[in-house]
């Protein structure tokens, strides 16, 4: 079965020191992969996607992540952590069916993120 | 630019009522979709269409019906709302199919059935 898993429900990390949100995939084929972030009571905000090319996706507010074909994961990192990254982000899959795409993105269940000051 | 806009933004209704919550967007995209969202599930893909005239059912459909009769608008029904519907509903939009695209979603419509 194809799946997204995020093993931590939530991650602290103090402000100013570098943040990680682990993310690995179970699909069959090559992979399409996204971050989202959501803010309380908001919608899902597009952070970066990896489709091809260089590992080390760059995306918008400093957020970077590094696709490893080998161990299935997709890692969300930032260097320097603010309070105003606190927030739920979700790590997604568009797997590529033989024969062509799907219309669909699996999801992980997310991970809250706590930046203290 | 507005987006991905959906309407209500919170409703409330009563078991066996019947609501269409609405969507629409603005880029002249051709796939859009509704999920929904529960705690601890991520958010699972109900129905999705691929262009006016056309759509497909997700992973949880029952209890849902969608119609895209333009590009813009993709409403989502719920015929006889049931308390398992309590959630958050995402529109979501995308230039096309193609799985490279990125997937923009609405700011969620937030529904309890009572």
């Known amino acids: 079965a194809q799946s997204v898993a995020q093993p931590e429900d939530q991650v602290n990390v103090a402000e100013g020191n570098p943040l990680t949100v682990k993310c690995t995939y179970s699909v069959s084929g090559n992979p399409y992969l996204f971050w989202y972030v959501q803010y309380p009571n908001r919608g899902l905000q597009f952070l970066l996607k990896?489709?091809?090319?260089?590992?080390l996706v760059k995306g918008s507010y400093g957020f970077e992540a590094e696709f490893n074909k080998s161990q299935t994961s997709f890692h969300l990192k930032k260097p320097s952590a603010l309070v105003s990254d606190s927030a739920l982000y979700f790590c997604?899959?568009?797997?590529?069916?033989?024969?062509?795409?799907?219309?669909?993105?699996?999801f992980g269940t997310g991970t809250l993120l706590a930046v203290q000051p | 630019n507005a987006g991905v806009t959906q309407t209500p933004k919170f409703q409330v209704l009563k078991t066996g009522q019947s609501m269409t919550l609405q969507c629409a967007q603005d880029?002249?995209?051709?796939?859009m979709s509704w999920y929904r969202q529960d705690p601890g599930m991520g958010l699972r893909l109900i129905h999705y269409?691929?262009?006016?005239?056309?759509?497909d059912q997700g992973e949880v459909p029952n209890g849902y019906n969608v119609s895209r009769s333009t590009t813009e608008d993709f409403p989502l029904r719920l015929l006889s709302a049931a308390p398992s519907q309590t959630s958050v509903y995402f529109c979501a939009s995308s230039y096309s199919a193609g799985a490279g695209n990125t997937i923009y979603f609405g700011e969620g419509s937030w529904l309890t059935v009572v």
């Open positions: 990896y489709i091809t090319g260089d590992n």
């Open positions: 269409s691929v262009g006016a005239g056309i759509t």
């Open positions: 997604a899959v568009r797997p590529l069916n033989y024969g062509g795409a799907t219309n669909k993105l699996i």
């Open positions: 880029m002249n995209h051709e796939y």
